[in-house]
């Protein structure tokens, strides 16, 4: 997913942010068989998920339309 999220041409500048789901008990809790899993937020606020196991960029590019 990682590198199919850094190929994908997107209207707006983003960051990329690689976690390890298995290092946090709240994540674990929230993504435990979803990972890879792909969230976003805006302005810090709290993450959204996107997708997961695969990258849908029907889906990023909505989040994006969303900001």
Known sequence: M???LKRCELPQ???IEVV???ADEELVSRYD???PVLAGSR???E???IC???LDEGR???FFAAS
Request: proline share 8%; net charge negative; aromatic share 12%.
């Open 2 to 4: 990682l590198e199919a």
């Open 13 to 15: 500048p983003f960051r």
């Open 20 to 22: 390890d789901v298995d």
């Open 33 to 35: 068989e979803l990972v």
């Open 43 to 45: 302005n810090g606020g």
């Open 47 to 49: 993450p959204v998920e």
């Open 52 to 54: 997961h196991y695969f």
């Open 60 to 62: 990023l590019k909505a």
